[in-house]
Nanobody
Framework: QVQLVDSGGGSVQPGGSLRLSCVAS?????MGWFRERPRKERESVAL?????DISYDDSVKGRFTISKDKNTLYLQMNDLQAEDTARYLC????????????????????WGQGTQVSVSA
């Protein structure tokens, strides 16, 4: 059993920044961030594997940075836009051999509770 506790969401203006954190009871092979935007499916945003290989969704490349330190996963979000408004969730998985943005939510077993990010003028 893996426990994930994510935090760091908030309300910012367009162009602003936020840093999300996910404290894990233990680091797993593939970890990352998903988001649920209004009226859309849960989608992967950024993933990192145990080798440090990173994958981003095209919509956040150049603006978001995923990193990890010991048992904490981070998502630095810069130049936030209204379309980034969503509930962001930390995810982790050990099984399978894949770890890239685009993997469906069903691939992941462990989830954080989510943290809300709202971007508006």
């Amino acid at each position: 059993q893996v426990q994930l506790v994510d935090s760091g969401g908030g309300s910012v203006q367009p162009g602003g920044s936020l840093r999300l954190s996910c404290v894990a009871s233990s680091i797993r092979r593939c970890m990352g961030w998903f988001r649920e935007r209004p009226r859309k499916e849960r989608e992967s945003v950024a993933l990192i594997n145990s080798d440090g290989d990173i994958s981003y969704d095209d919509s956040v490349k150049g603006r978001f940075t995923i990193s990890k330190d010991k048992n904490t996963l981070y998502l630095q979000m810069n130049d936030l836009q209204a379309e980034d408004t969503a509930r962001y969730l930390c995810a982790a998985e050990d099984q399978g051999g894949y770890c890239y943005a685009g993997l469906p939510r069903q691939y992941f077993t462990y989830w954080g509770q989510g943290t809300q990010v709202s971007v508006s003028a």
